[in-house]
Structure formats: structure tokens, C-alpha cells
């Protein structure tokens, strides 16, 4: 499978053949159950207080029933504050929760090894499928292969101002204004100051990021991942195929290098 290498400018520089990687079966059930699986890594435990709303001196009859009065504990004490109201149990006042979160429940799901990397492997071959790219929502007019490859000035940039002219040369600004008409959220989210989302626009896939970061940073929805960082969190975010991601020529030496079983088994039918 070749793809044209394209100088930062968008002009054709030369021609790269992609490894075998891009070749994979297309797998959207292993790319989402991997999605799913890697993004509970960075959930934070939650949990209370254990003796949230059981620190006062509540107690019930003994026995409770032929006093006239409920069987609830109530508070201690001689009188004035809260001295003979129900407290300490669920559905009280100020009383401790009937199911609260505990912090031993296990929220971090594991997945193979194989399959994490088959599905890392079938989310770069989607990138190759220009139907996917835009079923996603990207716009990509003008754009005839997929994915971009670029050569390796695009990691030398250090500047907005350079990168945002990139963009414009690869046919890639169309798809950053897209997220500018994103509608305004209202509700309890609107309340709290998350009125608006930044969606995602392309991906740049590069061997070293440093200067790329930088340049990225305000640009809304474009990243930059390292290819040695790669996941199907980069190329598939919410578990939804595929994102239009740009590759430089080092990252797609790099990429070349992974090694899987079904890799193995495609070079042998070969």
C-alpha cells in the first residue's frame, strides 16, 4: 500500500510504501472493548468518610416497640440542639448514606496484551479509509489519500503561526472551524461553567514531540502523540472510529517496527 509523502507546504516530496500494520482487519467491537478497558486506567478511586454521619450518639428503644413512638434511633442528649431527633441511620437528617461508594470496589479493567495491540493495529489500518474518517464528523475535502503522510519538518515546528500555515497548506483548517459551530450546552453543566466541549480534529502522529507540543497547544482539537505512546485512545476517541491523523515519516518507521502474531501470519500468506 503506498502513500505519497507530502512536504509541509502540501506538495507531493515522494512516494512510501505503509507497512503491513495498515493492512489489518478493521475490528470496530475490539477497538471499542479496548477503548472502554484503557480509559478506566485513569478513573480516580472515590469513596467517604466511613463514619460519615454516624459520629453523634443516637440510639434506638430497647425494646422498641410498646413506646408509642417510632423504632428509629434518636439523639441523645438533655435537651436543646438536635436531642431527640432521628439521626445517625439512612434516610435520617444528617444521617450516614445507605450505599456509599467504597473505595476497594474495582473500577480498573484489564485487558490482553495480544488484543490491546490487534486493536491498536486495527485502528491505524481504519485510518487508511476515507468513509470512516468522515462518518466520524471530520471534513476532509480536497483531501485524497488517507492517512497524511508528511515528512519530518512537521516535527521542527515550534511556532502557532508556522503550524497553523501547515494546516492551511494540507487542507486540514476546514476541519478545526468545524468545531467552532459546536452548539452551546445548557442545564446543570452551563450552571457550572462547562458551557461549550472542544471536540477533536486531527492527530498527529510524530517521533518526537517537543516542538509540535508547543506550536499545538492552542490550536483547539489538534494533539500530538509520540508513536511510541500510541494508543487507541489517540485514534479512537470514545470508542468511535477514526480520527483523521496525519503521520510523519519517522513515526511511520516506527510503527512499522511493531510486532504481532496476525502480522506474522499476513507477511507468511503473502
Do not use: W
Amino acid at each position: 500500500m503506498k502513500r505519497s509523502i507530502l512536504t509541509i507546504n502540501g506538495k507531493k516530496d515522494s512516494d512510501i510504501e505503509l507497512p503491513n500494520v495498515f493492512e489489518t482487519e478493521v475490528n470496530r467491537t475490539l477497538i471499542h472493548r479496548a477503548f472502554i478497558n484503557l480509559q478506566t486506567h485513569s478513573f480516580q478511586k472515590h469513596s467517604t468518610k466511613p463514619t460519615a454521619g454516624m459520629e453523634v450518639v443516637a440510639d434506638s428503644n430497647d425494646p422498641p416497640t410498646g413506646r408509642g413512638v417510632a423504632r428509629i434511633a434518636k439523639i441523645k442528649g438533655g435537651g436543646g440542639g438536635r436531642a431527640g431527633q432521628a439521626g445517625e441511620v439512612a434516610s435520617t437528617r444528617g444521617g450516614r448514606q445507605a450505599h456509599p461508594p467504597i473505595a476497594a470496589k474495582v473500577i480498573y479493567k484489564k485487558i490482553n496484551k495480544k488484543e490491546n495491540k490487534l486493536a491498536l493495529c486495527s485502528a491505524l489500518a481504519a485510518t487508511t479509509s476515507k468513509e470512516l474518517v468522515e462518518k466520524r464528523g471530520h471534513k476532509v475535502e480536497g483531501i485524497d489519500a488517507f492517512p497524511l503522510v508528511v515528512t519530518d519538518d512537521i516535527e521542527k515546528i515550534a511556532k502557532t503561526s508556522e503550524l497553523t500555515k501547515v494546516l492551511e497548506d494540507l487542507k486540514i483548517t476546514q476541519d478545526v472551524n468545524r468545531l467552532k459551530n459546536r452548539k452551546r450546552r445548557t442545564g446543570k453543566v452551563a450552571l457550572r461553567g462547562r458551557v461549550s466541549k472542544v471536540g477533536k480534529s486531527a492527530l498527529f502522529v510524530v517521533s518526537k514531540s517537543e516542538n509540535i507540543s508547543k506550536a499545538a497547544g492552542t490550536i483547539p482539537g489538534i494533539d500530538v502523540c509520540e508513536a511510541k505512546n500510541l494508543s487507541v485512545l489517540n485514534l479512537a476517541p470514545g470508542g468511535t472510529l477514526i480520527r483523521l491523523t496525519v503521520f510523519s515519516k519517522k513515526a511511520i518507521e516506527e510503527i512499522a517496527e511493531i510486532k504481532s502474531r496476525h502480522l506474522e501470519l499476513m507477511v507468511t500468506l503473502k
